[in-house]
C-alpha cells in the first residue's frame, strides 16, 4: 500500500536528548486567542489536531516531560513515535503519538500521560505558545503490539528488564550496562537479520546510528525504525509485498543472558480504487510474525482515523472486510462517513479526491495462545477524479423551445451564468429575461444534480438558417458557467443543440407592372391550403374577381391574377398632370387563425389621364379633361365654387384640383346612408368690350364633382372640423351645365340616389382610393373616368 501518503508532506520529529529549554517556552502565551485545539485519545496513539491559522504558517509542536522541552523535528518524530501530518483538505495538522513513545508516562500500560507544546504563527508574526496534556486510559495491551505508522514502523513485546522506572533512554541503557556488567556478555546487545544472515553484534548507540531505535520501558521493550533500512528485508507474502525487520536484543541478567526476539512487518500495499470504493490488503496470516502452523485469528476489526468500530458499526457505515484464504481486503467507500473530500478545478476540469485514515487491526495467537495485535495506519487516497458534465438535447421540436440537460454536477457546484451563442448573461438576470433554468436531483444519485435550460426558437440568441424549401434549422451554443461554491473556482461547459422544423411560411407572390395593371403570380405548393388570399377584408374567389373586373387563371400548378387599372383594391399616391402611384396589395392569412401573416404588394407608375379619388381622409382630387365638354374653355381660368381655390395643375387641357372636404366651398347633403360632398369646378369665360377686353366671375359652365361616404363609416363631420372617415368614398362626376351669368347654384334638396359606383376601403387614412365603376350600391368600392373620360 502507499506508504506515508500525506497531502503536503509529513514531518517526523525527535532526538534522543535535548538540552533543557527556557522555562518560558513551556510556559503559555498571557493572552491568547480562540484557537480550534482538539485532542483524542484512539485506539493505539494520542491524537492532537490544529486548524492551520489565518498566516497558513503550519502549527509546530515540542514534547515535554520532567527533563524538558524536545521540539518535534523530522528525525526525531521517527524515533520517538511521533507521526506529524498535514491534511490541507481539512485545513489541519495533526500530530499522533504513539502510546510508547519517548516522553509519554506509562503506567502499568493502562495509563499514558502526554504533555506538548502547540506553536501557532500570528498574522503579525508573533509566535503564539499552548500547552496540551491528556491522560488516555486504554484497554489491556497484548504481549506483542505491532504498529504500522506512515513514518515508522514499531514492535513492543513484554518483558521483565532490568531498567528503572524513569529516566531518560540513556539513563535505562546505563543502567541495564550496570546489571550485565560483571558479565563477559555486555549489556543490551543487538544483532539484525536480513536473509538469514545475522551482523555483527553492535552496541544499541550502533543500532541508533543505523536506524534502528531500541528503548526499554518499565514492563516493555520497544523496537522502533522508519522504513527502507539497510537491514529491512522485503518479502512476498500472499503475491503482496511485506517489509520486514528481525532483530534480536540480548543482555545478561543475573546468571543468565535473556534473549528478546523484535520482528515487525508491514505490508507495503497501496491500495487501490475501484471507482466507488477505497481498498488496502494484507496478507491473511502474517507469517514474518507468525508460523502459518501455529496461526490463530482471533478477530479483525477496521475503522477511520485511529478509531476501531465494531462489527454492526462498519456494516452500517458500509465499511466492508473480505477474508479470503491468502488475503484480507478492507474496503471503504468513498462516500461513507469518515471519508474527506476535496473538490478543485485543474485545466479547466472539476476535480475531487477523497482520502481515508485507514485504521486496521488484526488479532492473532500462536499455538501458545500468546497473542500478537498487528495494527495498521495507512493513509489511501483516489487519484484526482474528474467529474466531467454531460449535457443531453430534450428538445420537443413540437413544443418550438430548446430544452437542454446538463448533468454529473456535483453538490457542492453551482450554475452562475450562460452565455447563449455569445451573449453572456448571469443566471439571476437569465431567470429576470424569462428564461426557464431548473436546478435537479440526478435520478438514483444524493450527490449529484442537474440543471435543465429552456430557450424557445424564437428567442432572440436564437440563430435560424433556411435549409430548404420550408425546412429551417435552429441553433443554440450555450457555454455554462460553473462554479466550485465558496471557492470562486470556475469551469465551463459547451453544448451545441439543434432542431429542424418544418415551418409552413405564408407563400408570397411574384409581380410586375403592365401598362394597364398590375400581374401577381405564384406557384402552388403542398401547404398552400393553410393559406387564404384576400383583399382588403374580402377573400379572393372566382366570383370575387369576376365581380370586380379581376383576370384570375387558377390551375393545378399555378395562380395568376391581372388587377386592371381603376379596379377595386387599387391605391393612388403622388397623382399629377403626368403620372402617379398606384399600388395593389395582396394579403396571406392563416385559414384557421384568420390573422394576417404575408403581404404582397406591388407600387407601379401610370400615365395620369382623367381620375377622382375620395380618400378616408377626407380629400377629393380630381384631374380632368375640361375641353372635351367645353373646347374652348381654358383650364388656367377655372375655380371651385370658393373662388380663391384654383388649380394645383393645369396645362392645355386638363385640370388637377385636390382639396379637403371641408375646404372651398364643399357642401354636403346626408340621409339615413349616405353623406354627400359637393363641389363645381367653373368655368369662367373672358367678355369684350369695344374699349377692352373684361373678365367677369360669371361662369358659363359649371362641371359638379361628388364625394359619396356611408353614413356607417363617418367618425366625425366637421364637429372639431376634422374629418374622419373609416372608409373610403364614392366618386361621381356630373356633365358640365351652362348657367346663365349671376346664378346661384344651389344644392338640390333630394335624397342622395343610390350610386352605381363606390369606393374600395382603404388601408389607411393616408392612402388614397380611386374611384371606378360600381357593381351594387352596397358594395364598398371606389369609382372614377376611365382613361378616355368614358363615364
Known amino acids: 500500500m502507499a506508504f506515508g501518503f500525506v497531502l503536503g508532506g509529513v514531518l517526523f520529529l525527535c532526538a534522543v536528548t535535548c538540552a533543557l529549554l527556557d522555562a518560558k517556552r513551556f510556559q503559555q502565551s498571557a493572552t491568547l486567542p480562540q484557537v480550534p485545539i482538539e485532542v483524542q485519545c484512539k485506539a493505539h496513539s494520542l491524537s492532537v489536531s490544529v486548524d492551520i491559522p489565518p498566516s497558513g504558517s503550519e502549527p509546530r509542536f515540542e514534547a515535554i516531560d520532567a527533563t524538558g522541552v524536545y521540539p518535534i523535528t523530522e528525525s526525531y518524530g521517527a524515533q520517538c513515535g511521533y507521526t506529524y501530518s498535514v491534511q490541507p483538505l481539512l485545513g489541519r495538522v495533526i500530530l499522533r503519538a504513539s502510546y510508547f513513545s519517548c516522553h509519554t508516562d506509562n503506567q502499568n500500560d493502562e495509563v499514558f500521560s502526554f504533555m506538548f507544546g502547540v506553536i501557532i504563527v500570528a498574522q503579525s508574526g508573533e509566535e503564539l505558545f499552548f500547552n496540551v496534556s491528556e491522560t488516555c486510559s486504554v484497554r489491556p495491551l497484548s504481549p506483542r503490539e505491532v504498529i504500522c505508522e506512515e513514518n515508522y514502523m514499531e514492535v513492543s513485546v513484554k518483558t521483565d528488564l532490568p531498567c528503572s522506572t524513569s529516566g531518560s533512554v540513556k539513563e535505562d541503557f546505563s543502567a541495564a550496562f550496570s546489571v550485565a556488567r560483571s558479565s563477559a556478555v555486555e549489556a543490551w546487545q543487538v544483532m539484525l537479520q536480513q536473509g538469514g544472515q545475522l551482523s555483527e553484534v553492535m552496541s544499541t548507540e550502533d543500532a541508533a546510528a543505523l536506524g534502528y531505535f531500541i528503548t526499554a520501558r518499565p514492563g516493555r521493550l520497544v523496537f522502533r525504525t522508519t522504513f527502507g533500512q539497510p537491514y529491512a528485508s522485503v518479502k512476498m507474502v500472499s503475491g503482496l509485498a511485506i517489509e520486514v525487520v528481525e532483530a534480536t536484543v540480548f543482555f545478561r541478567q543475573n546468571w543468565m543472558v535473556v534473549m528478546v526476539d523484535l520482528v515487525v512487518a508491514c505490508s507495503l500495499d497501496k491500495g487501490s480504487f475501484d471507482g466507488y470504493r477505497l481498498h ?376 388637377l384640383f385636390s382639396f379637403g372636404l371641408n375646404t372651398c366651398g364643399t357642401r354636403f347633403q346626408i340621409d339615413q346612408q349616405y353623406v354627400t360632398y359637393e363641389n363645381e369646378i367653373i368655368f369662367h369665360e373672358l367678355y369684350s368690350t369695344d374699349s377692352k377686353p373684361v373678365i367677369t366671375r360669371d361662369a358659363a359652365y359649371r362641371m359638379t364633382v361628388r364625394c359619396i361616404y356611408p353614413v356607417s363609416g363617418i367618425e366625425s363631420l366637421f364637429v372639431d372640423r376634422k374629418f374622419r372617415m373609416g372608409t373610403p368614398g364614392i366618386g361621381q362626376i356630373k356633365d358640365p351645365v351652362k348657367v346663365p351669368p349671376q346664378m346661384p347654384i344651389q344644392l338640390q334638396k333630394q335624397t342622395v340616389m343610390k350610386p352605381s359606383y363606390q369606393a374600395v376601403v382603404a388601408k389607411k387614412p393616408a392612402d388614397y382610393v380611386h374611384v371606378g365603376q360600381w357593381s351594387s350600391p352596397a358594395d364598398e368600392h371606389a369609382w372614377s373616368l376611365g382613361p378616355n373620360g368614358n363615364f
Open 280 to 655: 488496502w490488503r494484507t496478507p491473511a496470516v502474517m507469517t514474518p510474525l507468525a508460523l502459518q502452523s501455529e496461526f490463530r485469528s482471533q478477530y479483525i476489526s477496521i475503522g477511520v482515523d485511529g478509531e476501531l468500530l465494531d462489527e454492526q458499526a462498519s456494516v452500517d457505515r458500509g465499511y466492508s472486510l473480505t477474508v479470503g484464504e491468502d488475503t484480507i481486503d478492507s474496503s471503504i467507500p468513498i462516500a461513507a462517513e469518515g471519508a474527506i473530500r476535496k473538490s478543485f478545478v485543474t485545466d479547466g476540469v472539476y476535480n475531487e479526491l477523497y482520502t481515508i485514515q485507514l485504521t486496521y487491526q488484526q488479532s492473532f495467537a500462536d499455538q501458545r495462545g500468546v497473542e500478537t495485535k498487528y495494527n495498521v495506519i495507512r493513509q489511501i487516497a483516489t487519484p484526482p477524479i474528474p467529474r466531467l458534465p454531460f449535457s443531453i438535447n430534450q428538445t420537443n421540436p413540437e413544443e418550438r423551445v430548446f430544452t437542454v440537460y446538463l448533468g454529473n454536477i456535483p453538490f457542492d457546484v453551482e450554475l452562475v451564468a450562460i452565455e447563449l451563442n455569445g451573449q453572456e448573461i448571469s443566471v439571476l438576470t437569465a431567470m429576470q429575461m424569462g428564461y426557464s433554468i431548473t436546478r435537479v436531483q440526478e435520478d438514483g444519485s444524493d450527490i449529484t444534480f442537474a440543471y435543465i435550460l429552456r430557450v424557445p426558437f424564437e428567442d432572440q440568441f436564437v440563430v435560424k438558417q433556411y435549409i430548404t424549401e420550408g425546412l429551417f434549422e435552429y441553433s443554440l451554443e450555450v457555454k455554462w458557467t460553473l462554479n466550485i461554491i465558496s471557492q470562486m473556482d470556475s469551469y465551463y461547459h459547451f453544448s451545441s443543440v439543434t432542431a429542424f422544423v418544418q415551418d409552413i411560411l405564408p407563400f408570397v407572390f411574384d409581380s410586375l407592372c403592365a401598362n394597364n395593371g398590375i400581374r401577381f403570380m405564384k406557384n402552388h405548393h403542398e401547404y398552400d391550403y393553410l393559406w387564404d388570399v384576400v383583399i382588403g377584408h374580402y377573400l379572393l374567389t372566382q366570383q370575387l374577381a369576376s365581380e370586380r373586373g379581376y383576370i384570375m387563371t387558377n390551375d393545378s400548378t399555378s395562380l395568376t391574377l391581372d388587377v386592371p387599372l381603376f379596379t377595386i383594391g387599387f391605391i393612388y399616391e403622388n397623382i399629377t398632370l403626368q403620372q402617379f402611384l398606384g399600388t395593389f396589395e395582396l394579403l396571406t392569412r392563416n385559414a384557421k387563425t384568420l390573422e394576417i401573416k404575408q403581404s404582397s404588394a406591388k407600387s407601379c407608375l401610370f400615365e395620369t389621364t382623367e381620375l377622382l379619388v375620395c380618400s378616408a381622409e377626407g380629400v377629393m382630387t380630381v384631374v380632368s379633361d375640361i375641353t372635351k365638354a367645353v373646347p374652348a374653355a381654358n383650364p388656367a381660368r377655372t375655380t371651385l365654387l370658393d373662388p380663391s381655390c384654383r388649380p394645383q395643375e393645369t396645362d392645355e387641357t386638363r385640370v
